[in-house]
């Protein structure tokens, strides 16, 4: 039966034990300090000590450990010597958290009973170890957790067959079954088939992140899918048309080059809690060496905080008119003698910025330039103009348009965040724009682009990269891609309906055309947590429960678990051969297998497989190598840079012994460093040196030889004007304005102007009188590890208000607070800070929904319960600038969320 359990009874050590040696000792209720920071890494910095200072044994930042599967749940630590006896293993730190980092586990008789980050070699600036965040030490829960699903199992009142079998009313509801693995896969091919045979495959849609259940599904003809703008946002449409890189991935320096700025600008950008790890402590030395760091936020965030960064307080969706506001500054105090502007490479790089440079292509007589100066609109883009939209003030606008001209060597950094927000499909064009009137590219001191995940701070070639293990593929012949704002209302009401298939993104497709949507029939869960991260939740769940069948896999019961109607085991990395994952560009994580598979969990393939072979098809010529063998091509394929920088050669020498010993296929091979060697080590790092060969300078090749290095986009250059980007965007009819093919303000569908009446800002608040946004945060890799007690016991995921707000509405900290938009309502406790801009309230990214079935009030905290579906645009997913309201509870006080229970099956 369902029930939920006391998470902290899975938490076999102190609070005081798990804290050691991680920046979580500083933690208060609001989370606001240095608690982002990787390690006690920064905190040393931080308190004058030299990294070089730190030893070995400080990084190793033990922490007692979760047991085997045989003392799950007991609540008691096992009795061991940490070191006698035990082996150190490199375990898998596999989640979506832009860290990448070493994570090392001391097992002892089958149990893992201590944690450690990297300590392979001494840590200085030049060699970073690669240290892991509080995430890492607490993923033994999310291996041993006492919550792990253990058997194969289907919802009470679901049958197959469809119609009034599914009982599709009592998911989120219902109670589960034990069932066999056998008619686990019976029921789950079985349905597929009779889906597919009577409405066709793409009567199916397969929420996969990755290949997991997608071979099968494509064996069978393929599926529809679901399509967001999610982690880039609006930089998945532009960005190669303006003549970026994909996403504008990549084009920043190396990470030596840091302490070469003046000014290092974060905007949107937070990597203390987005990228926990080595990305945050990059940016230590710069500090350390005098940068002036400037940080352009809702919030004056942890990063900030670790920097002493100077703060521009900026609402969420308004960047737009800040920037613009930023442009016109630099044109006046330019004009005014202050030479703040690079004419130079203006002229020679980008096209569009006035009326003398235009592309050929260009079709309407308009430029940025004029434009920002009011020429068309009669409204100049002054700080004056900007400020009452914004939020900064004026004279920040101005100070900030000194501080990034071109006498400044100036390093322009951005996360994505001001990307997820409705409205902001010019914002990849602007930020590049005021980089190039710096002319702030292909420089040493100088960037303009992305500082994302893993390779934050540190861009360039990869130095050593992991290898690749070839598999039969399968062509997906369904063609239906349902945008994410959309694709709820298009399952509930759609079938026979056209609806707006604006493409998909990451696949660089674009047809803005209408389409007739098929009769969804199914969903299939697994890699993917869409219901719990993607936007518009309620109505993702009103959808779920009109269908015949729900199918997931999973190690917890998610919320995708929670609304399905067959749950399968799925095995953590952990109970597999091993990874090889890519950290920075610098380091290849290399882990292993820690403990057999729990209980009765299954691989991905292993289940793909079961399914194929209920359906009467071998799997073997599908899958035609065991994970051991793919783990084995994967290290053996490995290759690093030679040490001239010539070309990349084998990482890893390979003996026949190692094969026999393996009992895997392969060839012998002559490279760095030993299997066995490289298995103990855990990683792989390539050893810098300030002035190597290895240094990267963005957009450098292009600016010593335009014609040679040519952009992607038509004109072949950076394209402030961008006529196919008016003609696309404009195309997919979705937005009462054309859009401009320069940056140039709109006023989005949801933001901070409607939460206005008549859109009149300044003027009377509507019933929606806040931006809402959703930062993400230290606690969870979006959705993952929510469920993980220790982590829900010191970040406390709050409602973050402003101070002033809060005292308008008579709410405290630690008041229970219920937020609403027109789309669903939470509760959460409240945390109320000066370091918020007043406005904006923000709810942390990717909290598991807990609705209370009677009121349909979430108590989880879910950002995305709070979203709807609303369409503009490109069809962004505009997470960040929705509105909401919120008032002190009325009614009972919520419980902080590790004393509330998490959700279980108990099937034994």
Known sequence: MSKWIDQMTNRPISRRAFLRGSALATVAVAGLSLTGCSDNKVNESAAGSSPAESTTEAAKTETSAETSEAEVGTGHAPAADPEEGGTWISAACWHNCGGRCVNKVLVKDGAVIRQKTDDSHEDSYEYPQQRGCVRGKAQQQQCFGADRLKYPMKRKNWQPGGGENARGDLRGKDEWERISWEEAFKLVAEETLRVRDEYGMEAIINFAAAASTSTMLKYNGGFSRYFDTDSYGTYTLSSPMAGLSYCDLGETNDRFDLVNADTIVLYSSNP????AGLPSFLLTEARDKGVRFIVVDPLYNSTAQMLDAEWIPVHGGTDMAFMLAVAYEMLRLDGEGEELIDWDFLNQYTVGFDAEHMPADAKLAENFKDYVLGAYDDTPKTPEWASPLCGAPAEQITEFARAIGKKNKVMLFHNYGFARCYGAEGIPQMFMTLGAMGGHMGKSGHCCGSAYHANAFNAGPRLVKAGSSEMPSFDNTVEHIFPGPDFARIVIEGAGKPYRFVGNCYGG?????????????GFYYTTGAYL????????????????????????????????????????TEWERPGMVAESNRETLIISTQVTEPLYEAKSDQEIESGILKAMGVDPEPIFPKSLKQQYFEKLTGCTVIKEDGSDMEPLITITQEDIDEWEVEGKPQEGRIGLAELIEKGSYQVERKRGDKFGYIGYENYVKDPEANKRSSESGKLEIYCQAFADLINSF????QEYKPYPSYIVPPLGYETTFKNNQVGGEKGDYPYVLYNPHYLRRSHSTFDNCGWLREQWKNPVFLNASDAKDKGVATGDTVLISTPFGQVLRNAVCVETLIPGQVGIPHGSWVDIDEKTGIDRGGSDNYLIGDTMSGMGVSGYNNCNCDFEKYSGDALPEDWQRPVFTVDLD
């Open 272 to 275: 203390a809690w987005s990228a």
């Open 509 to 521: 497709m674009f047809p803005g055309e209408d389409r007739i949507a098929p009769d969804v029939r």
């Open 532 to 571: 719990q991260t993607g936007m518009n939740m309620k109505k993702h769940i009103e959808a779920v429960r009109t269908l015949d069948f729900v199918f997931c896999y999973a190690q917890f019961m998610t919320p995708c678990a929670q609304y399905s109607d067959v749950v399968l085991p799925v095995t």
């Open 733 to 736: 009819g979705l937005n009462d």
